[in-house]
């Protein structure tokens, strides 16, 4: 009796339209998620930054992976300034589709200022009709100001929001998690392996950092832990004559 | 038109000359030098000979027509179909128009006032026809005529009221027909047969006996809303506010209609001639004000100062200039369809509608015209890519890029010949040691078209680091035995 008026009150004390807490994103790896207390936090930015520029294509990859486990089929923004579009290429529909992606469900925005990045971001946060939008910028410091309204506008909508850097850096930033990614060779002997990736944690304000080799397993569509395939220390492929399975 | 310098000079006569042929001739005299009875036509040296002391200016006609199209663009205040007819008239169809002023006299008294105001010397002339209107303001009594009243005051006027090419003025004067009274009466056919059917096509039009359409400058928008201040506005939130009314005075009229705005101008009138066009495009018809109004906001933040009000605006139009039936759901769409149109709309009058694009599958098998990036705003369904989807699966194509470059570079390697994967590669001055390679994938050339490039190779490569390339080797060895170039190699996007 008291356990039913205690759960009809709490109904009540939350506002309409919000559910209790922040939704959460499990990436599906037990020893990720306990580090994240349950997932990555949705309604969040997310700081994602390449160890070099020539892994920013591994941490594409990194973050439509997050973007497809975030809704079946998600409709999503990618927001990148014309210089990142002529360096490191533009998104390829071909290449989303095989991500397990509807190209259809994309936009792209490109923009000429790093203030009309942060701008479009926070629209296209403030839309329900947006799953996840994903910011790319190339380097230079970003005002914290404008991460604390993204991270409000995201906290609005429960959109997934990530902000991609070309660098890691070191400025003062409220996302919620930050992460280094770079790719991590997974050659086999029958050519080059699947998307696979060097992920570390080095800020998480809900828990503990950490290192894992993720790999993106497109026939199922979500991330796989790949340490216990290959040892991270030594890249064993650069000795042919040693062949590791 | 350009300022003369010095005072010692600003009394001086000036007259505008032109190149006519193979003379120097005034093409226009001001009053001080009508008095010296310079007139435009004079050969520019006779006029020196006759009075050395004038000042000479060269014509800009660019500059000119770009002065009578602003002032035609300022004309839209009274009506929506201003014509230029160059080099020197505009043509104002105020039918409907004038109750507006409180009658013709009253608009053009306004009009005259507003003119003189701007220091223009203008001769104004009201008829029932352009043609009428035409020889009143340049050759006779500028006023008002009623229709019907054309005949009687065009019989005085000479032949060149009618807008004639010289040559048939010239042929017309050599029989002695100087005034249009001369052949009003005249027998038709043989008027014809001797000077062409223009002389009567003129004087039928001029007499009203035949319609002569007006091509406005600018297209009529099917729907328009105007307002006009007592005061002059300047502030940003008022112009949006204004915008905001006006809209809703629209969406009465579309509703009636069934009709969604797809592109809405806003013309704002300053006090000092000048007219700011600010136009918005929307992804799916409109007519809900707010949103309209709230396109405005992003087009004006986007324009900042460029805005510049001046001394304010004392008039504002929103017009509609392209209308779609619009259907009071979307379907298949519901709630979020129309917000995420609304989302697009907004990026779309900040940015740029180029800026906001989807990608479009396209049918084409060459990986960069595979598909092609449109603007959000002008497709509402993007098709195409369950085919390709579908394409992929049935054909086990082998992975794409993630990312592909704008255009695909050029690398150096060592690759084995004549099909082998390349060994090692340099991108952007980086040496990559290839370590795991998969292919050729075979994408041929457009045979059928002269462009088409050679065959390429595609190889999914991995470099030492673990970074996974698209390269792909144009051409191939064995046709260089009949004369082809030497296969180059490239890198076309980059793997996750």
């Not at chain 1, 660098?167 to 280094?180: G, L, Q, V």
């Not at chain 2, 001769?123 to 009428?132: D, Q, R, W």
């Not at chain 2, 502030?235 to 915008?243: H, Q, Y």
Request: net charge neutral; glycine share 8%.
């Amino acid at each position: 009796m008291i356990a039913r008026l205690r759960q009809r009150l709490l109904a009540l004390q939350r506002p309409p339209g919000i559910t209790h807490g922040p939704d959460i994103l499990p990436l599906g790896i037990s020893a990720i998620d306990a580090a994240l207390g349950g997932g990555l936090m949705l309604g969040a930015l997310h700081e994602i930054a390449a160890s070099g520029e020539v892994h920013l294509a591994a941490v594409t990859g990194f973050a439509l992976g997050l973007v497809r486990l975030a809704a079946p089929a998600p409709r999503f923004f990618w927001i990148v300034e014309d210089m990142a579009v002529a360096e490191s290429g533009a998104l390829h529909g071909a290449g989303l589709d095989a991500f397990g992606l509807t190209p259809e469900r994309h936009v792209t925005i490109s923009v000429a200022h790093r203030r009309d990045l942060l701008w479009a971001m926070e629209e296209a946060l403030r839309c329900r009709a947006v799953q996840a939008v994903i910011g790319e910028i190339r380097g230079g410091e970003i005002d914290s100001v404008a991460v604390r309204r993204l991270s409000h506008a995201a906290a609005e909508s429960g959109a997934l929001a990530l902000l991609l850097r070309a660098s890691p850096s070191n400025d003062a930033s409220t996302a919620a998690t930050r992460w280094i990614v770079h790719t991590s060779s997974a050659a086999g002997p029958h050519g080059p392996g699947a998307p696979r990736f060097v992920a570390h944690l080095v800020r998480n304000r809900r828990g503990p950092a950490g290192s894992w080799i993720l790999e993106w397993s497109d026939s199922n569509g979500q991330f796989i832990l790949a340490t216990h395939t290959q040892p991270m220390a030594t890249p064993a492929l650069n000795r042919p004559h040693r062949q590791v399975a | 038109m350009r300022e003369r310098d010095d005072a010692r000079r600003r009394s001086a006569p000036l007259v505008i000359t032109g190149k006519r042929g193979n003379v120097e001739i005034l093409t226009a005299v001001d009053d001080a030098a009508e008095q010296l009875s310079l007139f435009p036509g004079l050969a520019l040296a006779q006029a020196r000979a006759m009075h050395p002391g004038i000042d000479v200016v060269a014509e800009n006609t660019d500059a000119d027509l770009a002065l009578l199209e602003s002032i035609a663009d300022w004309c839209l205040r009274y009506t929506p179909l201003v014509a230029c007819d160059a080099p020197d008239s505009l043509l104002l169809d105020i039918s409907g128009c004038a109750h507006l002023y409180g009658g013709e006299q009253k608009l053009v008294a306004d009009l005259r006032g507003r003119l003189e105001n701007a220091g223009f010397a203008f001769s104004l002339a009201v008829a029932g026809t352009i043609g009428a209107a035409w020889a009143a303001a340049h050759h006779g009594e500028p006023a008002s005529y009623a229709c019907g009243e054309e005949r009687a005051f065009l019989t005085p006027l000479p032949l060149s009221a009618l807008r004639l090419p010289p040559t048939t003025l010239a042929s017309l004067a050599r029989v002695g027909l100087k005034c249009i009274g001369d052949i009003v009466d005249l027998p038709r056919a043989p008027l014809t047969a001797r000077f062409g059917s223009e002389v009567l096509r003129q004087l039928n039009r001029a007499l009203g006996h035949e319609h002569e359409p007006l091509t406005p400058r600018l297209p009529v928008a099917p729907y328009v809303a105007e307002q006009r201040f007592a005061e002059p506005i300047a502030r940003e939130e008022d112009v949006l506010a204004i915008t905001e009314r006006l809209a809703r005075r629209l969406q009465f009229a579309m509703e009636r209609r069934g009709d969604g705005a797809r592109r809405i101008e806003l013309a704002l009138f300053r006090t000092d001639g000048v007219v700011r066009r600010i136009t918005a495009g929307t992804s799916r018809p409109l007519r809900n004000p707010g949103e309209i109004g709230a396109l405005f906001v992003e087009r004006l933040a986007a324009l900042g100062d460029a805005l510049d009000p001046g001394f304010g605006f004392d008039m504002a139009r929103l017009s509609v200039l392209v209308a779609e039936p619009c259907q009071p759901e979307q379907i298949g769409g519901g709630e979020d369809a129309a917000e995420l149109c609304r989302l697009v709309d907004r990026l779309s009058a900040r940015l740029g509608a180029r800026r906001v694009r989807r990608l479009v599958a396209q049918d084409s098998h060459i990986p960069e015209l595979a598909e092609v990036a449109l603007p959000a705003q002008t497709i509402n369904d993007v098709a195409g890519w369950d085919v390709f989807h579908r394409y992929r699966k049935e054909a086990e194509l082998s992975p794409r890029p993630l990312r592909l470059l704008t255009r695909p570079e050029p690398i150096e390697t060592v690759a084995e010949v004549p099909d082998g994967p390349p060994l090692r590669f340099r991108w952007r001055r980086a040496l990559h040691e290839v370590i795991a390679a998969e292919g050729p994938e075979r994408i041929e050339g457009t045979w059928w078209s002269e462009h088409g490039g050679p065959a390429r190779d595609y190889f999914r490569v991995e470099d030492k680091s673990g970074l996974r390339f698209w390269l792909f080797r144009a051409g191939l060895y064995r046709d260089l035995a009949q004369g082809a170039a030497a296969p180059t190699w490239f890198l076309h996007g980059t793997f996750a």
